[in-house]
């Protein structure tokens, strides 16, 4: 049996003392057992129980069927949301690693112009240094041919004196 509510205000459900009468709930003055009426009320309360347990049920059931409703509802959706914010994280993600890409083709090409002008600098340094090489090479051979002449007139200039000396005549 399923009550839709509250028992309407004309109808009370029967309670642990109803039933009694002022003899039985005032203790001792008595002539019987308390233990004797105990059985019956129980079934009494058994059955006040289990309607009132049914109607509390009957009552808060459905709104609590749609709040379990409701959160499954969010919980999809919030399952949902947290997919959709991965994948904009990892778009994020490549985006910035796109950007740091770009820095690094960036440096790579500071890098090359400077290889392509050191490159340049060490051609113009190596001209350099093969003209000197061979300027070197025309001075030292004209050094030595200098010196070549140099002791070629001296020899000369040795004979001429040597030519020079008085020299004794022969006797015919």
């Known amino acids: ?22 003899e039985d709930i005032t203790p001792g003055l008595s002539d019987t057992s308390p233990d004797e009426g105990l059985t019956e009320d129980l079934n009494i309360e058994d059955k006040a129980v289990e309607q009132l347990a049914e109607g509390l049920l009957s009552h808060y059931l459905p709104d609590l069927q749609r709040s379990k409703q409701a959160l499954q509802e969010l919980t999809q959706n919030q399952v949902v949301l947290l997919d959709t914010l991965e994948q904009e994280i990892s778009k994020f993600k490549e985006c910035h690693s796109m ?69 004794p005549a022969k006797r015919t």
């Open 1 to 22: 049996m399923s009550v839709s509510g509250p028992p309407p205000p004309d109808r009370v459900l029967p309670g642990p003392l109803d039933g009694l009468g002022a």
């Open 99 to 167: 950007l740091d890409i770009n820095a690094l083709f960036t440096e790579a090409k500071h890098y090359h112009a400077k290889l392509v002008n050191i490159r340049k600098e060490m051609l113009m340094l190596h001209e350099k240094t093969s003209k000197l090489k061979k300027r070197a090479l025309k001075l030292q051979q004209k050094r030595q041919k200098e010196e070549l002449e140099r002791e070629q007139q001296r020899e000369k200039e040795f004979e001429r004196e040597k030519q020079l000396t008085a020299k």
